[in-house]
């Protein structure tokens, strides 16, 4: 039998008592409530436990506009970036300049930290407002940025499409916590969640694997200009889905009045402490960080926010090397412009990240997070095989197979991982612990792109194929690490069923008062 000290310290949150209102409330103080998915399986024994994405979305009617609206923002992400890219080439071939990977690569990173700058922030917004309302205002804001992307092509200024760009991502940085936190809240039980992070990504996937071919296709056909103005018409269209999902969307019903304490003795400690000044919303939101920054910390699994991390480091790099392929001519057997193969490796990618998942998903549950955590590792396997593949076999053809594969283990990692800490993560903490998984992955991003491009430049005797095998020995590290991490019974392996717990406790009571009864008799007869 398994007995109170059996069981992980971290674990505790989800095993105490039920009846024992003491400990159910001190676990609450520390980890406050497990987010609506991880309860409603043992509340809503009607609901399916494995429903069809089509049954789902049927059913969902809040789910189905906020997947549109998501289809609608990264579409125009996508044509954007695409745009963006042809314009800097375009404007440096005007200027009588060669071709510059570190030129794409500071894109890449003015796409990526802001984002990582603004997280934090938008995590709080999370947790604190509506995110339905916060998502909604941000696309707003999103579409005015197409107004700076005009500026910056009548100006032919590459400085200001990367302000431009800074811009836009600071709102996406906002973004991205309210739009992940919101999921959990969209559904009914883990089987239901499971389905929706994955639609989720099986919509990025399309975008990635459609948008980035249809991009390049309106970047030829209606030219750069009007794909900016595209991008803005997304960012409303996005609002205006939105604007048709039902219902409120705020964690936050902590009255405003305790939040905040004040005393007459002490003006400036209530300055400091009243919400609508404005040092008095700096503050709010330095603690709500902190607060974060501790939940995380005490969490049992706190190591898997560097799960997307650590796959970012290679991954980060890959469409620098995705440009260098597209430009190298000894790869084809027959004729084909850089932009076309370019175009086709970005597809490819797509069409691996929608493939992954999709297999995967059949051998995993949410119920039992511990295939979620062995489904990551073999997501890094699969990256793996994908860069090695990339560093050996240099004809066009095995370069998309294998940008196909790579793609696929890069697109398990980040659902699967997400999924782990949508089910593990406090409601009321939901955005800020996804913010910073957020923001870990795309630092590293950010970090692995601006180091290969800059190197790529200053070495020109590294290929994009020696890069390659670079990437693919820093992955065979890093998914050394996490096998180690999970033969060794940590993250996802040391979750607990919190039902199944109640029922081993329940069992372990009945067995001591057995033995009271049957003391107490003997005594007795004694």
């Not at 190298?328 to 992954?356: A, H």
Request: net charge negative.
């Amino acid at each position: 039998m398994t007995t109170r000290q059996d069981i992980p310290a971290d674990t505790s949150s989800r095993s105490f008592r039920q009846g024992d209102n003491a400990t159910e409330q001190a676990v609450r103080d520390l980890h406050p409530l497990p987010s609506p998915s991880s309860q409603s399986d043992s509340t809503n024994s009607d609901v399916p436990s494995r429903l069809s994405y089509f049954d789902f979305l049927c059913t969902n009617r809040n789910f189905r506009w906020f997947i549109s609206s998501y289809m609608m923002t990264h579409f125009g992400e996508w044509l954007t970036y695409v745009a963006s890219i042809d314009f800097i080439e375009n404007i440096r071939e005007k200027q009588g300049l060669p071709t510059s990977r570190t030129a794409v690569s500071i894109l890449m990173v003015v796409r990526i930290l802001p984002n990582v700058v603004m997280s934090a922030l938008g995590g709080t917004m999370a947790d604190c407002l509506d995110r339905r309302h916060v998502m909604m205002g941000l696309d707003i804001g999103g579409a005015t940025c197409a107004g700076l992307f005009l500026y910056a092509y009548q100006q032919e200024s590459i400085p200001f499409l990367y302000l431009a760009t800074t811009v836009q991502q600071c709102l996406a940085g906002l973004y991205a916590p309210s739009h992940s936190a919101m999921v959990p809240q969209l559904v009914q039980s883990d089987a239901e969640l499971q389905i929706a992070t994955t639609l989720e990504g099986f919509t990025w996937s399309a975008m990635q694997a459609f948008g980035a071919a249809f991009s390049g296709l309106i970047v030829e056909v209606l030219g750069i200009k009007m794909c900016f103005m595209i991008d803005g018409m997304t960012y409303v269209m996005s609002a205006l889905c939105l604007g048709f999902v039902r219902g409120s969307f705020r964690v936050d019903d902590i009255p405003k009045e305790k939040e905040f304490t004040t005393t007459k003795d002490d003006d400036d400690d209530e300055v400091l402490r009243n919400p609508s000044s404005l040092l008095g919303s700096i503050r709010q939101t330095c603690d709500m960080i902190m607060e974060g920054g501790r939940y995380i910390q005490s969490s049992y699994f706190a190591a898997l926010i560097f799960l997307k991390g650590m796959a970012a480091i290679p991954y980060g790099a890959c469409d620098v090397i995705n440009v260098g392929f597209s430009e190298d001519e000894s790869n084809m057997s027959f004729q084909m412009s850089p932009n076309e193969k370019l175009g086709i490796l970005f597809s490819l990618v797509g069409v691996g990240c929608l493939l992954g998942p999709l297999v995967a998903d059949r051998w995993v549950q949410v119920e039992q997070p511990k295939t979620l955590q062995v489904s990551c590792i073999v997501g890094f396997v699969l990256s793996i095989v994908g860069y090695f593949g990339w560093a050996t076999i240099h004809q066009f053809w095995s370069l998309c197979i294998f940008s196909t594969i790579r793609a696929a283990g890069s697109s398990i990692i980040w659902i699967h991982s997400t999924l782990m800490l949508q089910k593990f993560t406090a409601l009321q903490m939901m955005g800020r612990v996804l913010a910073a998984d957020y923001a870990i992955a795309l630092f590293f991003e950010a970090a692995g792109a601006y180091i290969c491009g800059v190197f790529m430049d200053h070495h020109p005797s590294w290929t994009p194929y020696n890069v390659s095998l670079v990437l693919a020995v820093v992955s065979t590290l890093t998914t050394t690490y996490w096998i180690l991490f999970h033969l060794s019974g940590r993250g996802a392996c040391r979750f607990i069923d919190p039902n199944i717990t109640v029922e081993i406790d329940v069992d372990l009571e009945v067995d001591e008062t057995s033995a009271q009864l049957k003391s107490n008799r003997t005594n007795k007869l004694l």
